[in-house]
């Protein structure tokens, strides 16, 4: 099947814009390690500012290596193609795809760092693809405070989330991966709470789960002359 006549399950032909938008994910990406990397640089030479300087050291990634090839696992949903995004691993091999480095894109304290290494355009793109994701960091907040895209003023009350139909995955620094959803019971819900809020700065990263009906189709990407190119969009 050639790039351009990407049929979905329907029947239907992948609409030319959202090809094209799936098709840029390569560019996107690669942008985004270079300026993982960039940020890594700044903390190394103490350049960040004291008041969040560990929290971004808790979730950085490790260093990756240069890659030219890249394959990215990508949910297109029936309702509307358009809100496609990138289905995170539970063991993802990818630092920029990484559930810590995903959590500092979606920091509030760096967004103009990022709009302003990224482009807008690009730093706006991959917060709708990449899912949101958390450092647990147990700095008590400002009392007007509250945790970005959880509304909770700690992570003792998490339980709180468990009527709200979302879905959230905890990986440790000890490798341990567990997860809390809709089907998750009370207990296991304050149990998750309890364990959160025991938890030191970088013991932790929660990601949160899409619960969204779709597809998943795997995005097959490489550089050719200096460029990223997809080669194959694969259901």
């Known amino acids: 099947m050639s790039i351009g006549q990407v049929k979905l399950n329907s029947g239907d032909e992948l609409p030319a814009r959202v090809l094209k938008r799936i098709g840029a994910l390569g560019h996107h990406l ?49 309702e509307d193609v358009a809100d496609w995004v990138i289905e995170p691993g539970r063991e993802e091999t990818v630092p920029a795809l990484q559930a810590g480095g995903r959590a500092l894109l979606h920091l509030p304290a760096m967004r103009k ?27 008590p907040l400002p009392s007007h405070g509250a945790l970005p895209g959880l509304g909770l003023t700690r992570w003792g009350d998490f339980d709180r989330l468990a009527e709200t139909g979302r879905a959230f995955r905890v990986l440790t620094q000890t490798g341990e991966v567990w997860m809390v959803d809709a089907k998750s019971s009370g207990v296991d819900w304050k149990s998750a709470a309890d364990r959160l809020a025991g938890c030191a700065l970088g013991e932790a990263v929660i990601e949160e789960l899409g619960v969204h009906d779709g597809t998943l189709w795997r995005a097959v990407f490489g550089v050719r002359e200096g ?5 194959a969009l694969e259901g």
Not at 114 to 137: H, I, P
Not at 227 to 231: F, G, L
């Open 30 to 78: 690669a942008l985004w390690a270079e300026a993982l990397e960039t940020l890594r640089g700044r903390l190394e030479k103490d350049r960040l500012p004291e008041a969040w300087r560990e929290h971004v050291r808790a979730g950085l990634p490790d260093r990756g290596a240069a890659f030219e090839r890249l394959e990215v696992m990508v949910r297109i949903p029936v």
């Open 113 to 139: 760092t990022w709009a302003g290494w990224l482009r807008e355009s690009v730093f706006e793109d991959l917060k709708m693809r990449l899912g949101r994701a958390w450092v647990v960091d147990p700095t």
């Open 227 to 231: 460029r990223w190119e997809m080669n």
